[in-house]
């Protein structure tokens, strides 16, 4: 939809009050379709790999590491290939806004069908996926207290109890670091990419870096398997989040000692190359703490409760993005792109105070954690099918009553 309108879009460029309606009808469209591309990510990324996987840690890295290295390869691709085809077709602008809106539309109605095909399969195959998941006591006993809530607030009631077992999890220190990440222009996007154009970065070596940045993460998704063999997910969590931050701190460092110190640093352009030469070498270690992340939250949130913690996190992600946006508008001049550069070294910097704090409190593996849920699952089953309970989980073992005689699990 969002593309069509972006078609009609360009049929109406002289006459503003139809202009304007089409673009805001294409913001709302294009708003509606990154919800639910947001949904269905979380879906497939935090819970249906998981699942997939069942209790093999290993296979669950390897799933998160090629569906990971699937994405950037397409952030890598499809851009340039897109623009290489529009360059060469033509120089005219109006022309390739609508060449471009009629090939991203024929690309999503050709690729719809083979996408819902494969989820469907995908979703068959594995009978898991099918099955509603049974709420463990320690989730039920999180909803229970926010149900008052719920039932006096219908509206906003599911948003407020997706908060409250986002707070009651025991990811949230971990989850909050990384949504903190967001917080940054020293990261591939528009807000880079306008200040390295104001310095007079060439475009080509603007895109050769966002290409050679994405190149560096199919590295950290490499490096990843290899790095979980030496120690445990929160570990690496814990080292490759301080990485990332070190890569940046020389770009925030020539900033600081041309500004504070007076030290002449160079033209900005000089300045900009080293951002360039940060962020995209750094990505390495931004994409392995990413799936490390990912695989926390994978195996420590109970199956129930996964998909409201993973939109909570995703919530904050979005609102980190949007504070920085803000203060770009605020700080708008080229001579003030150093404020943005500080503010997002310090939410990089807070994020991984913020993993290492959890790493510190909550740094063992859940095994334990996981049989406990798989003995509860048991428990609620054998009540349900109407059986008598004689001792309550969480000990060693449960004994029932049926018409059998005893039967102990």
Not at 95 to 105: E, K
Not at 142 to 148: F, L, T
Not at 272 to 285: A, M, N
């Amino acid at each position: 939809v969002a593309s069509a309108l972006t078609l009609c879009t360009s049929f109406f460029m002289g006459s503003e009050h139809t202009l304007y309606g089409l673009l805001g009808a294409t913001i709302a469209a294009s708003v509606v379709a990154q919800f639910f591309a947001n949904t269905g990510t979380i879906a497939l990324e935090k819970d249906w790999v998981a699942v997939i996987a069942k209790d093999d840690t290993e296979g669950l890295t390897r799933l998160n590491a090629w569906l990971r290295r699937i994405d950037l390869m397409c952030k890598f691709l499809a851009p340039l290939g897109f623009g290489l085809f529009l360059q060469i077709l033509t120089e005219d602008r109006a022309t390739r806004i609508q060449i471009g809106s009629v090939v991203i539309l024929a690309w999503n109605l050709f690729t719809l069908g083979p996408e819902l095909y494969i989820a469907y399969s995908i979703y068959n195959v594995v009978p898991p996926l099918s099955k509603k998941q049974r709420k463990t006591q320690a989730s039920e006993s999180a909803v229970d207290r926010g149900q008052k809530v719920c039932e006096r607030v219908p509206v906003i009631g599911p948003f407020l109890q997706g908060w409250r077992i986002w707070i009651q999890s025991e990811v949230m220190g971990t989850s909050l670091g990384y949504s903190l990440l967001y917080g940054t222009v020293l990261a591939p996007g528009p807000l880079i990419t306008a200040y390295l154009k104001t310095i007079s970065i060439p475009e080509g070596i603007v895109g050769a870096s966002m290409g050679l940045g994405a190149v560096f993460g199919l590295v950290g998704t490499v490096v990843f398997p290899y790095l979980i063999k030496c120690c445990s997910i929160p570990a690496v969590g814990f080292w490759t989040i301080w990485l990332w931050a070190t890569s940046l701190a020389p770009a925030v460092a020539v900033f600081f000692v041309s500004d504070c110190m007076g030290l002449n640093m160079g033209s900005p352009k000089n300045r900009g190359y080293v951002i360039l030469i940060c962020v995209t070498v750094g990505r390495v270690w931004l994409w392995a703490f990413d799936l490390a992340e990912t695989q926390i939250m994978q195996e420590w949130v109970p199956t129930d409760r996964r998909g409201r913690v993973a939109g909570t996190q995703g919530s904050l992600c979005t609102l980190w993005t949007l504070v920085v946006y803000a203060l770009a508008v605020a700080y708008h001049e080229p001579a003030q792109f150093q404020i943005l550069v500080y503010v997002s070294f310090g939410f990089v910097v807070i994020g991984a105070v913020c993993h290492s704090l959890w790493f510190i409190t909550h740094g063992s593996y859940p095994a334990a954690d996981e049989d406990y849920m798989n003995l509860e699952v048991q428990f609620l089953e054998l009540k349900e099918d109407g059986k008598e309970v004689v001792d309550d989980p969480p000990d060693d073992h449960a004994v029932v009553f049926d018409e059998d005689g005893l039967e102990e699990i």
